[in-house]
Nanobody, 115 residues
Framework: QVRLVESGGGLVQAGGSLRLSCAAS????????MGWYRQAPGKQRDLVAR???????NYADSVKGRFTISRDNTKNTVYLQLNSLKPEDTAVYYC?????????WGQGTQVTVSS
């Protein structure tokens, strides 16, 4: 069974850093784009960053210069380095990946930034 498992969320003070990881497991023979979305209470789920199979990345304007997405294809894992965190970055962060031509979501990991 194909699934995504996230880790690395937590509570951090403003200005701090976190690193999120998302590992894909199961019978996987193709991985296209992998990315991270976030959803704050009462708001829609928005794209944070995405990396395509060829390595091209794109970021939400609000995180450019602070967050970095990367992937390790040997481990079927995508990472999100969050630096210079702000209280407005507080949200549940969801991993998303296109595996075997199907979109999958992780269970979400909470990131809370205190002021």
């Amino acid at each position: 069974q194909v699934r995504l498992v996230e880790s690395g969320g937590g509570l951090v003070q403003a200005g701090g850093s976190l690193r999120l990881s998302c590992a894909a497991s199961g019978s996987i023979f193709r991985i296209d784009a992998m990315g991270w979305y976030r959803q704050a209470p009462g708001k829609q789920r928005d794209l944070v960053a995405r990396v395509r199979g060829g390595g091209v990345t794109n970021y939400a304007d609000s995180v450019k210069g602070r967050f970095t997405i990367s992937r390790d294809n040997t481990k079927n894992t995508v990472y999100l380095q969050l630096n210079s965190l702000k209280p407005e970055d507080t949200a549940v962060y969801y991993c998303n990946a296109n595996l075997n031509w199907v979109d999958y979501w992780g269970q979400g990991t909470q990131v809370t930034v205190s002021s």
